[in-house]
């Protein structure tokens, strides 16, 4: 059976599922304060981790004024983390802040609106506990960078505290020893629902693991009644092409800044 007759038209699928992401943000947040198209999210508990200290942006603004309010609502972070939703404005704004030295990445919002392009094995996979899934996922920030352990614990105080808000549904795949070696969450509200930190550790990678554990996702927010399942990639990495092969369909984009 088909998804895409019942999903919502693109731009609607698109603000519920930034609505999603920042009522999550705010949720998880220590602070929340409304400015002028957005909301500055400050976490003195985790200040290391820009998802909940940053400056978000929802509707259209210029490069100079979102500088200076950048420099006016982080003036207290070693680092400014800006977040812009708007889909008009953000590719220009990206050039600006590159320009300006920067660091600029883009995340593509992607929403189930088709079939699989073939069948994945689902029996793969099993519910895991959170300590368990907390432990790969420490190991998941710490590939390919220098990371410090005082980030990494901080990350991983993260993802605990937006489980116990969301009640986040914990899957897994083990080895032939029981020893978990994919992880992915599925977190929703009744209407929307996101599959959230699919990993698979590098020693198991090719198996399709990654496969089964979306699908399985997909197939659990379904099962609870949700009407929009989606999930978000980084545009230049490759998982963007697996969640396609699902039958997942970009609807936008949200641009991230950073700088310190």
């Known amino acids: ?125 099993t519910e895991a506990d959170e300590d368990e899934v907390l432990e790969l996922m420490a190991r998941w920030h710490g590939e390919g960078a220098s990371v410090p352990a005082d980030e990494i614990a901080q990350l991983t105080a993260f993802s605990r505290r937006q489980g116990e808000i969301y009640g986040d549904q914990l899957l897994g795949v083990r080895s032939s020893d029981g020893t978990l070696v994919a992880i992915t969450k599925l977190r929703g509200d009744g209407r929307t629902a996101q599959v959230e930190d699919v990993y698979t550790v590098p020693e198991a990678r090719g198996r399709g693991y990654a496969r089964a554990l979306v699908w399985r996702a997909v197939e659990l927010a379904r099962a609870a009644g949700h009407d929009l399942v989606f999930i978000t990639a980084d545009e230049n990495d490759w998982p963007k092409r697996l969640y396609a092969r699902l039958g997942f369909r970009a609807v936008g984009r949200v641009w991230q800044f950073h700088t310190g």
């Open 1 to 125: 059976m088909t998804t895409s007759s019942s999903a919502p038209a693109t731009s609607e699928s698109l603000q519920r599922v930034l609505a999603f992401i920042r009522d999550d943000l705010i949720r998880t947040a220590d602070v929340a304060k409304p400015v002028d198209g957005g909301v500055v999210l400050s976490t003195p508990s985790l200040p290391l981790v820009w998802s909940v200290n940053q400056l978000r942006i929802s509707e259209p603004i210029g490069f100079e004024a979102l500088i200076a309010l950048a420099a006016e609502e982080r003036s207290g972070f070693d680092y400014r983390h800006v977040v812009v939703e708007d889909q008009v404005t953000g590719p220009a704004l990206a050039a600006r802040f590159r320009g300006a030295g920067w660091g600029a990445t883009r995340d593509l919002q992607m929403i189930l609106a088709g079939d699989p392009d073939r069948p994945g094995d689902t029996s793969v996979v």
